[in-house]
């Protein structure tokens, strides 16, 4: 079974976010880049897949220029075969969903899949657009996932509960918590990463859909308002008779 | 040209995210000096649907067909479509919820439309732009988001906006068929599995709700957190390390890999405020924090706070609870 992982390449979780100065772009400037966290979850799911069918191979996608190598030779190192990167900078989801698109139908894979949302732009968008594009089924959010053959037993979360959807391949999900336990590299994966081939290709296409006119920070908290312990009963006239939410 | 709502139902009901959706969508009509049209998925009655006149609907589409009672995107995706076929809809407005944010994507290719998810406020629509302003960055940013071509889908997040209430106003519901086949049906679920949500409030669609953390100390404490959030009418929740030794459902986990909440009133206990924690929980409009540690990080992000012992103070809270209803 060929699996194909989407990988996008975040700013670490703990950065502060700022932007440049006329606010049209994040500030890169001394930023530590990951691999998305919600990707964890659909390449280490991948990869356990393919282990347990003694056979297949895992390759990694990743839309973006040179600098997401780092961590596109990480997911190698967690255990994926190969990977292709399309040297483009990512412009917006319907981009990127292209570039995917483009690659799975000329790649014959079985299952793509990739993490819910990136944790910098939040589309949640992606895997819907993709499975769109191919015509195939997309689950999303999934937080389980096995196989059976060309058979696909998930858990789709839904406000309240999950649904358990069956899907034959080629299908795409989207994963989340609780998929799976995310891997981090060792030292023998580490190694035979550098080895591993990673494929550059360019984008077909440069269209975009929704472009991005400036950011802006959330305003200022203005100051927690500490009540006693002793009393805190207060809190509750306050939250009712000044914040007015209760 | 009309603006088409999508309308989320439950068990005969409109999701509270819904209404909030149908007042956007009415809105937005206004701005474009037209009318706003809703179609309904889920189990939804016919009464129900004549309310969304009161969030400024005129018309409300309905299938009847039973299969629609569970989210299939297959189903879903053609139905919405078909109704903005019919409406001749340059506007879709969705919830960004599971549902909304699943089919939202796939119509956006479907309609070749725009697509912006996260939308936390009305459009702007000056000199001929659309923009939007949306969360990003989880939590800690917004983008404002300019969507270009002829069609444009908005899905919309909880609690950004306040649902309209125009009592008495009633919505015409119209019978409403997308002509589903079978294959539309191929990935319905085979099972759907409702959880168990403390006092019957969805955690997601919560106006209040008490989070309890790792100071709670295990789950033999977390009547605690029930009892106040039980007074207050609230859904609980809790930290990752909370739900990853199971002391609580996965389910109730907020922040970065967890649920998103922005409720008018998040109240954590024991709690330290980790980034990754706040990154589901910072757009809530107002934070109550209690922690007996003054140094946790948490205390920055809140509006209240107590320094205090979570087994001292959370009993007084639901007595002042008590006392004041
Ligand atoms: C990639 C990644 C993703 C993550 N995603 C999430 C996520 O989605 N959600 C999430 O919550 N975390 C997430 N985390 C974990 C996060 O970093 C923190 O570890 C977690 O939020 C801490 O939970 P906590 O505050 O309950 O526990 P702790 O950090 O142990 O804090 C407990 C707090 O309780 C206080 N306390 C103890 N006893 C009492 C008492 N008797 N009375 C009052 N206060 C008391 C302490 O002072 C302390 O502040 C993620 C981490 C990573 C690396």
Redesign the pocket.
């Known amino acids: 079974m060929k699996f194909l992982v989407c990988i996008s390449n975040v700013p670490d979780?703990t950065t502060k976010i700022t932007f440049t100065p006329d606010n049209k772009e994040f500030n890169k400037a001394g930023v530590q880049f990951v691999i998305n966290?919600w990707d964890e979850y659909a390449l280490t799911r991948a990869i356990e897949l393919k282990e347990a069918q003694g056979a297949g191979t895992v390759t990694v996608l990743n839309v973006g220029e040179a600098d997401t190598e780092p961590n596109i030779r990480k997911a190698l190192a967690i255990g994926a075969d190969d990977a292709i990167r399309v040297n483009a900078h990512p412009k917006d989801a319907f981009f990127v969903a292209q570039q995917i698109a483009s690659i799975a139908k000329d790649g014959g894979y079985d299952v793509i899949l990739m993490g819910k949302e990136s944790i910098d732009y939040n589309g949640f968008q992606v895997h819907g657009m993709v499975g769109e594009l191919l015509g195939i089924p997309t689950v999303a959010p999934a937080m389980k996932l096995d196989m059976s053959g060309n058979t696909a037993t998930l858990e789709r979360e839904i406000e309240g509960g999950k649904e358990i959807v069956e899907v034959n391949t080629p299908f795409v999900a989207s994963c989340q918590q609780p998929m799976c336990e995310p891997r981090i590299p060792n030292m023998r994966g580490i190694m035979t990463a550098r080895t591993k081939p990673l494929k550059v290709v360019e984008p077909t296409g440069d269209a975009a859909r929704t472009e991005v006119a400036a950011f802006a920070l959330p305003p200022q908290k203005q100051g927690v308002k500490l009540i006693p312990a002793e009393s805190a009963g207060e809190l509750i006239k306050l939250l009712r008779n000044e914040a007015k939410v209760i | 040209m009309s603006v088409l709502v999508v309308v989320e139902c439950d068990g005969g009901e409109v999701k509270k995210s819904s209404l909030e959706v149908a007042s956007y969508g009415s809105q937005v009509a206004q701005m474009l000096g037209t009318t706003a049209t809703a179609v309904a998925v889920g189990e939804a009655t016919e009464a129900n649907l004549a309310k969304l006149g009161e969030q400024g609907i005129t018309k409300v589409l309905h299938d009847a067909e039973p299969r629609l009672k569970d989210f299939v995107n297959g189903a879903y995706t053609k139905l919405i479509a078909a109704a903005a076929q019919k409406e001749d809809a340059k506007i879709i407005v969705l919830a960004n919820s599971n549902i909304g944010a699943s089919v939202g994507s796939r119509l956006s290719i479907r309609l070749q439309a725009s697509i912006a998810t996260n939308v936390v406020e009305l459009p702007k629509t000056d000199g001929g732009s659309f923009t939007v302003k949306r969360g990003a960055f989880s939590g800690k940013a917004f983008a404002d988001v300019k969507l270009d071509g002829d069609r444009k889908i908005i899905a919309v997040k909880k609690n950004s906006i306040e649902a309209l209430h125009q009592a008495g106003k009633t919505a015409q519901v119209e019978a409403f068929s997308a002509q589903l086949s079978d294959a539309d049906f191929a990935d319905a679920p085979k099972q759907v599995v409702m959880q168990d949500q403390a006092g019957g409030i969805l955690l997601p669609e919560a106006d209040l709700v008490v989070s309890g953390?790792?100071?709670m100390?295990g789950p033999e404490n977390w009547n605690l957190i029930e009892d106040l959030a039980k007074a207050l009418g609230a859904a609980t929740a809790c930290?990752?390390?909370?739900s990853d030794v199971d002391w609580r459902p996965h389910h109730e986990?907020?922040?970065?890999?967890?649920i998103t909440v922005s409720p008018n009133l998040y109240i954590a206990c024991?709690?330290?405020?980790?980034i990754?924690?706040l990154a589901?929980v910072n757009s809530s409009k107002v934070i109550v924090v209690?922690?007996?540690?003054p140094e946790?990080p948490f205390f920055k992000a809140a509006d209240y706070g107590i320094v205090?012992?979570?087994?001292d103070v959370l009993p007084k809270l639901t007595q002042a609870v008590k006392e004041l209803n």
């Open positions: 979780t966290p | 953390g790792r100071g100390k930290s990752k390390p909370v986990h907020v922040g970065q890999t967890g024991g709690i330290s405020g980790a990754q924690h589901g209690i922690n007996k540690d946790a205090g012992d979570v087994f």
